[in-house]
């Protein structure tokens, strides 16, 4: 098994010298041969992936988890991989560290060759054993995803079941098409209390996302504790879209820092997002020298959006402004490791030009001065910006077909403007990549201003030609320039028969029924977008795959819907968000002050309008005075 060990070869000889072992070689393995595997069906689909005949490799109680290395970090991959086995299995494996493979071991090998990149890896199983291969951490860390999806279903149950557990055997070769495959939680309208952060993650982290992006921000509640303004979270995280009188409805810098490291174990970077100049109703009413008047508005608990902005009329309302966000941005700033602020920047349709710039002005120079880099909504782009800001796209198919007409849509000016100031794009299409999209007209929750998303069309599309001109000639945002894609979970109405404002009947479910509801299947084919050779996608493939991993979310307990069109093959057990679990966390019921009425919407205002604030050409409800 010296060849384990070799470095540099390029992976084709590779494979070539594993097929070419002898396989078996043990009279005890003969006598008990291991039962045939079922044929993988892997989300996302790997850049190379050959199964192979023959039995796999059975885990028994005996079976080792070889760590190829003594550094902590890889050992902990070791461990983590033992810790997701153990409950559906019953078994507790040994992780040993090792200078050489084993046979009849899974084997986790960190010391693979640099060209297979941050998150590439290798997998080989077959009835001698298994061997995942990366260069460090994060690729075996990747790898062992795919390892997971390689057992039967019933692996993902949290209590014990009967096996056996057979890894198919396959050769696969994978690394990631973009380097940056997020998804967004919008916990400011909703919020998720730190075990239901975590479990998302660990559901996202199975399709091999790799960055959580909090949107901890909006009118409807500021989420993150900032030692010098309490009021931030006495107030401003006192509400919910439909919530009001809460309290413990933020993320503490310590729940932040739980949040940040569990997602870091899971190789996930945080991506910490303070809306502004717009959606900063909870910060108005939380800090009176934000305000043209000086005086803190009421929180805000409804449904509309458009419906703010930081003062920045004159040059003391832009001076507490600007403090403002230094102060912020340089808290959030400072608990955050990853390389990113996301600044917002969306729907301001009350913004002057000046006082947008302002903003831009302010809350980018502050977080390039924490060594950030910028991240932002598209329309960041009509400001100045440093160059190597991360812009997010959330146009539509519409804003694409504009190009280079005479009716070319502001979004799109927006865009060339940020490619003309060397931007990179996080691309997150509305009609594809949002996952408040309803599915259908039958969805309960979510909006459908970007028209409805079902599974083929959250699949269907291709980051490098979502800003293609529309006779293909060649996109606005060159190939070079694009990160990666992200999917993107609001949570404006996340409760039930959504199309209506909600009433004191409504049901509300908890927000992790909400987030696998609409983040299954949906959020697995995003992540697949994101990381398959486009050359490699299709659709009638990856529905009958899509199919497969129904079972392992029913194992799991997600909700998730069992949208039509794709062969499920357990419908009946299907969950449909409907089961519940313990969280143990601040749900919204859990915080409420004792005496105060039951758990429904206090103060609702708003209109149906099921539209966002595009943009300033198309204003939206409640203009300033
Ligand atoms: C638009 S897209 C918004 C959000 C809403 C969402 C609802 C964008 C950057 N802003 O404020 O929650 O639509 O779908």
């Known amino acids: ?34 039962p045939p595997a079922a044929p993988s069906a892997l989300v996302p689909q790997p850049v190379s992936h050959l199964p192979l005949g023959g039995g796999g490799f059975t885990l028994t109680p005996r079976t080792r988890i070889v760590v190829l290395s003594q550094k902590p970090a890889e050992v902990g991959i070791g461990t983590y991989l033992a810790t997701v086995l153990a409950p559906a299995t019953g078994h507790t494996l040994p992780v040993v560290t090792a200078s050489r493979a084993q046979r009849q071991a899974v084997v986790l090998d960190p010391d693979g060759p640099e060209k297979l990149g941050a998150e590439g890896y290798t997998l080989s199983s077959d009835k001698d054993g298994v061997v995942v291969r990366a260069h460090g951490a994060e690729g075996l860390f990747r790898g062992v995803q795919t390892l997971r ?21 396959v050769r696969i070769s994978d690394a990631p098409r973009y380097a940056y495959r997020g998804v967004m939680l919008d916990v400011a309208r909703r919020f998720y209390p730190v075990s239901q952060v975590k479990r998302y993650i660990d559901q996202a982290a199975a399709y091999k996302i790799n960055t959580l992006h909090l949107h901890l921000t909006d009118d409807q509640g500021w989420r993150i504790a900032i030692d010098a303004i309490p009021e931030l979270t006495t107030v401003g995280a006192s509400t919910q879209s439909g919530f009001t009188h809460g309290s413990g409805w933020y993320y503490s810098a310590a729940d932040y820092k739980e949040i940040v490291a569990y997602a870091q174990s899971r190789f996930m970077t945080v991506v910490p997002e303070l809306d502004g100049p717009g959606h900063t109703r909870a910060a108005l009413a939380s800090v009176p020298g934000l305000n043209c008047d000086d005086k803190a508005k009421p929180p805000y608990s409804g449904f509309d959006v458009g419906i703010s902005l930081y003062c920045l009329e004159d040059e003391r309302h832009t001076t507490n402004t600007t403090r403002f966000l230094r102060t912020v941005i340089t808290a959030v700033a400072k608990l955050t490791p990853g390389p990113y602020v996301h600044l917002g920047g969306d729907e ?11 903003y831009v002005e302010a809350a980018t120079s502050t977080t390039t001065a924490r060594q950030k880099t910028v991240m932002g909504w598209h329309q960041l782009g009509q400001a100045a910006i440093p160059a190597g800001s991360l812009m997010q796209y959330w146009g539509q198919e519409g804003d694409r077909e504009s190009i280079d007409t005479a009716d070319e849509t502001e979004t799109i000016g927006f865009v060339r403007s940020g490619v003309a100031q060397g931007a990179t794009f996080v691309m997150s299409p509305s009609d594809h990549a949002y996952l408040d999209m309803k ?10 201003w970007s028209g409805y998303v079902p599974v083929r069309k959250s699949y269907e599309w291709d980051p490098a ?47 992790h029924v909400y987030a696998e509801y609409m983040s299954f299947p949906r959020l697995p084919a995003i992540a697949e977008v994101g990381w398959t ?4 996608r299709d659709w009638e493939d990856f529905r009958r795959r ?21 062969p499920w093959p357990d419908l009946a057990k299907a969950l449909e968000g409907a089961h519940s679990i313990e969280t143990g966390g601040k749900s919204p019921a859990a915080s409420r002050p004792a005496g105060l009425p039951p758990l429904l919407p206090t103060r609702v205002s708003g209109t149906t309008a099921n539209r966002p604030c595009m943009t300033r050409s198309k204003p939206c409800v409640i203009r300033r005075p």
């Open 533 to 536: 050779p486009q050359s490699a």
């Open 546 to 566: 899509l199919a497969r991993q129904g079972p392992r979310w029913t194992a799991a307990g997600i909700g998730y819907h069992p949208a039509p069109g794709i």
């Open 439 to 448: 599915y259908d007209a039958s969805t309960p929750y979510g909006l459908s």
């Open 348 to 358: 301001t349709p009350q913004a002057t030009p000046s006082e947008y710039a302002a």
């Open 1 to 34: 098994m010296r060849w384990l060990r070799r470095r540099g070869r390029c992976l084709a000889a590779l494979t070539t010298v594993v097929l070419a072992l002898p396989l078996s070689d043990t009279a005890s393995q003969a006598a008990t041969a291991p």
């Open 149 to 169: 999806q390689l057992l039967p279903a019933a692996v993902e149950s949290p209590t014990r079941q009967p096996g056996p557990w057979t890894v198919s055997p």
């Open 465 to 511: 030609k979502a800003t293609a001109k529309p006779d293909g000639t060649g996109s606005i945002v060159p190939a070079g320039r694009i990160a990666g894609v992200e999917a993107a979970l609001w949570a404006d109405r996340a409760y039930e028969d959504s199309n209506a404002l909600p009433t004191p009947t409504t049901r509300w479910p908890e927000p």
